[in-house]
């Protein structure tokens, strides 16, 4: 029996927690995916992740139920991105990675393929200076996880082109996500306000007004944040928000975006968040 047709071919660089998740959505919703990253074991690893994160996702009614799962490839060769009609970048959250891997695929991609990165708070239109195409390229911002957020940050970078974002947004609509542009700059909208907020609750914690569970219980029960300021961080990975918030500092000048000692502490002791099993909470175990 011939295989039917898929309307898109998607690859995803990078097998880490945003890499897999957004590999998970995808392929929930029937996408092909080819998962691409240097480390063998980290590729390797990452099947086991996402096969635990469908079977959630599928639980939880977060995901169609009803079609075949998106086939995956994953490799450690980063021409395997030759067929796919979209790219997500996916990488860590520094720019010299970031912008080495994006100008590695635009050398194997034709013209005109969409070029996905995946930041939170680096511009789009300085990653697009290291492309010769930086019409091809616009920047997705994937709440953590993705295949249980629906609303998904779009940046329009001053160079996007309009066939770049037409791809971008009928991605996301394909994959049950509400696409919202916003305009470029550090931090995007959601970065440059959450993110100068928990380093802000981080500093509370670090100055020993209050404990971690009050913040927290604090901001959910008087201004309606569903998870927290602390567990938020502990979701994004305290590694991503220091990062995050060093790309603000940088491009600001905005002093509350400097990292505050306790959370570079933290991330020194490798206690980054939920992914590693321990950050401001202890999780017992690293997330799947």
Known sequence: MKKPQVPWRLAVLGAGVMGSSITTLAMAHGIPVTLIDVERGKAQRA???????LRMAQLM???PTHRPTGELTTTTMPEAVAGADVVIEAVTELFDIKTKVLA????VVPAGTALISNTSSIPIDELAD???????????????PPYLIPMVEVVRGPRSGARTMDAVTSLLT???RQPVVVGDGPGFVTSRILHRMINDAVRIVEEGRATVDAVDILMQGCLGHRTGPLRTADLIGLDNLADSLRVLHER???????PCALLLDKVVRGDHGRKSGRGFYDYGEAMP
């Open 61 to 63: 009614n977060a995901v």
């Open 104 to 107: 590695e695929v635009c050398a």
């Open 174 to 176: 394909a994959l049950g």
């Open 47 to 53: 099947r086991e992740q996402i096969s635990e994160q």
């Open 130 to 144: 290291a492309l010769p195409r930086p019409a091809d390229l616009a920047g997705v911002h994937f709440m953590n």
């Open 252 to 258: 600001t000048g905005d002093e509350g975006c400097r």
